[in-house]
């Protein structure tokens, strides 16, 4: 199949809101692919529009929770999808609509205005349902969040706790009406930190926001755990190193590493 072949637009309209459609079919297969939905999984479309990703993420056999804001959207997404009992629409806004409590995964092109009202809702809670996700966002977005330090405090947050990939670059022409910046292809899976592991690294995490000069030696000092300084060797670091510039992937591995070891 040629990699820019281009779906069939169901129901779409001229769009004054800003939002860009996929027409792209390897973009549509590569989020299909990079989620890996099993049969039987919660899969949730945030700005499911026409219904190209619900469609595609339906055919592997998950069930789809379809929200859209859009009332024409919503028309179309419940007569497209009518005969199948794999596929629910929701008429909500991803900003406020409940979220599944039990695990669910994310394949999603939403809206680029709510990216970060969306990742705050998916990665911010304490316990998160989310398991995995394939997003859409813009370049520069994606880009900010695979080389996020210890630094900055909320997507430190988002970081630590979850595997943040940058899966691929998407041209503006895999869209319409096509944006005017490049987007990214993201993988977001959620690491299995014991209860202590999350504790110890929300406390790293706290100091290196608050002292992000102090070295990363310094700051595991603190944390009364034994011959810390040659964990963080093993877990790659160099004990010197300032603490705000660890990336919070390294400081959860040294978590579950240092609690791993006290249990
Ligand atoms: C970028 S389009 C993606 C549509 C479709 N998933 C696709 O890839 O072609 C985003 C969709 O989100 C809807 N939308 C915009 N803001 C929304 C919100 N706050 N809550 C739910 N849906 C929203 C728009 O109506 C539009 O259908």
Known sequence: MSRNRRIPRHGLRPNPSGVHFLVAEDVVRTLVRTCEPGP????????AGPGVMTAAVARTGARVLAVERDPEFVATLERRFRHTDRVRVIHG??????LPRKDFLVVSNPPYSTSTALLRRLLGPRRPSLTRAALTVEWGFARRLVTATSASRE???????????????????CFRPQPTVDSAVIAIRRRRLSPAAERLLI????????????????????????????????????????????????????????????E
């Open 93 to 98: 806004d991803l900003r406020t609509v409940a």
């Open 203 to 262: 406390d790293l995490l706290d100091a290196a926001s608050r002292e992000p000069s102090r070295s990363a030696r310094a700051l595991v000092r603190h944390t009364g755990i034994p011959a810390a300084h040659r964990l963080l060797s093993r877990c790659g670091l160099e004990p010197g190193f300032r603490a705000g510039a660890v990336t919070p992937r390294v400081w959860a591995t040294f978590a579950e590493v240092a609690t791993a070891r006290r």
């Open 155 to 173: 997507l430190a947050w988002w970081t630590g706790r979850f595997d943040v990939e940058l899966i691929r670059r998407v041209r503006p022409d």
């Open 40 to 47: 039987h999984e919660l899969v949730v479309d945030f700005g």
